[in-house]
């Protein structure tokens, strides 16, 4: 075969391979959603902004909802945490009691730039109940791969700061720790303040 052929095959064999992944994941989805849900999320060994431990066991009776994202993400992260924010207000309006219930928590991808005192005051222009955490950067991947979600480092020009590809939903999981629900970029704070009263009890 000349060099072509076997890039083609190649490239044949990677389609291939990349179908019948997405087929499995489509088929698991249609056939056996809550084999996908029950597999969002897992145990975590974070600090908070004063080096404090703080494991998922803390969050057990009560909801929370979560966001991955790094303080020196341009757009999508300040808006998401904006979003997730006014959601929470808009319910503490017009539910107190089930808002009260539901705790924003905040998991830096970006521990090398984001320290103790970087996410702490970062954290501070959202919501004053937002729980703020960040571990080693192995530590903080683990997490966000348990959440069926992905972290992924890129280099820019030289001189230039790198940037952190991350998964970019706010997810929303119950007292027992299951995963409840997850709002992607689709969904405004109006839709998240809407399912949330639908979904917390
Ligand atoms: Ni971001």
Redesign the pocket.
């Known amino acids: 075969m000349t060099r072509f052929q076997v890039r083609n095959l190649a490239l044949i064999l990677v389609s291939l391979l990349c179908l019948a992944f997405t087929g499995g994941v489509v088929a698991t989805l249609i056939l056996k959603p809550e084999a996908f849900d029950s597999a969002i999320g897992g145990p975590f060994a974070l600090q908070d902004p004063n080096g404090r431990q703080v494991t998922d066991a803390r969050y057990r009776g009560r909801y929370m909802m979560l966001y991955f ?2 303080t020196y ?1 341009p757009d ?2 300040p808006t998401r945490l904006q979003e997730m924010t006014l959601a929470l207000e808009a319910l503490e309006a017009q539910a107190p009691e089930l808002a009260a219930r539901i705790t924003p928590v905040f998991i830096t991808v970006d521990p090398r730039r984001d320290t103790q005192e970087a996410l702490s005051a970062y954290a501070a222009h959202f919501h004053p109940r937002l729980e703020a955490l960040r571990g080693s950067e192995a530590e903080v991947a683990q997490v966000i791969r348990s959440f069926q979600g992905y972290v992924n480092y890129v280099p820019q020009a030289e001189g230039a700061d790198y940037l ?1 590809d ?1 998964t ?1 939903y706010v997810y929303l999981m119950g007292p027992d720790g299951a995963y409840v629900t997850h709002f992607t970029a689709f969904d405004d704070e109006t839709e998240m303040t809407a399912r949330l009263a639908r979904l917390v009890d």
């Open positions: 994202g790094y993400c999508v992260c952190v991350h970019a």
